[in-house]
T-cell receptor, first 114, second 112 residues
Framework: DTEVTQTPKHLVMGMTNKKSLKCEQH?????MYWYKQKAKKPPELMFV???????INESVPSRFSPECPNSSLLNLHLHALQPEDSALYLC?????????????FGPGTRLTVL | DQQVKQNSPSLSVQEGRISILNCDYT??????FLWYKKYPAEGPTFLIS?????DKNEDGRFTVFLNKSAKHLSLHIVPSQPGDSAVYFC???????????FGDGTTLTVKP
């Protein structure tokens, strides 16, 4: 299984809602990532988890709250988002956070904040 | 300060010809460079990589060249196929760093 899966594919939420994005991989990777991508822009790193511990937080606002319950799962909890947070949210995994190996990306969740 | 730049937002080539995508970087400490391809509504997929100790890496139709003195790398696709039409991102990594730095991407269109 060389796939990273993400649910849901699409999400529309109001500014007062609480929702969660989910990501799963079964490749035994110990690094997992959340990226945000706006149209015609590169993926922008948000968080890195290494061995289930948060190792990098790229100064992301607290309305985004990551969680890594185990080595296969990564969640992103959303609360009180703003319309400018609308974007494609990509999850990725890699062998180890500090390795030179490539990352495997999921298909993304298209988030719209109304 | 954008450390990885892809100065051509788009490139159009004829099927069967060579596609050359370019990438420049400013941080001479980068150890590893990767190219990803992204189709609409999908996540990026890894294509090919090169270590800073090499100047060329080849995988089938795809070859990446690295010129460290110029801080420049390029991806050559030959022959180009319509299925290669996608956005191509260049990325760079420091050894033992947890993150990759991505360029803005180049949209390649291969015309039949």
């Amino acid at each position: 299984d060389t796939e990273v899966t993400q649910t849901p594919k699409h999400l529309v939420m109001g500014m007062t809602n609480k929702k969660s994005l989910k990501c799963e991989q079964h490749m035994g990777h110990r690094a997992m990532y959340w990226y945000k991508q706006k149209a015609k822009k590169p993926p922008e790193l948000m968080f890195v988890y290494s061995y289930e511990k948060l190792s990098i937080n790229e100064s992301v606002p607290s309305r985004f709250s990551p969680e890594c319950p185990n080595s296969s799962l990564l969640n992103l909890h959303l609360h009180a988002l703003q319309p400018e947070d609308s974007a494609l949210y990509l999850c990725a995994s890699g062998l180890r956070a500090g390795s030179i190996n490539e990352q495997f990306f999921g298909p993304g969740t298209r988030l719209t904040v109304l | 300060d954008q450390q990885v730049k892809q100065n051509s937002p788009s490139l159009s080539v004829q099927e069967g010809r060579i596609s050359i995508l370019n990438c420049d970087y400013t941080n001479s400490m980068f150890d590893y460079f990767l190219w990803y391809k992204k189709y609409p509504a999908e996540g990026p997929t890894f294509l090919i990589s090169i270590s800073s100790i090499k100047d060329k890496n080849e995988d089938g139709r795809f070859t990446v060249f690295l010129n460290k003195s110029a801080k420049h790398l390029s991806l050559h696709i030959v022959p180009s196929q319509p299925g290669d039409s996608a956005v191509y991102f260049c990325a760079a990594k420091l050894a033992n760093a947890g993150k990759s730095t991505f360029g803005d991407g180049t949209t390649l269109t291969v015309k039949p």
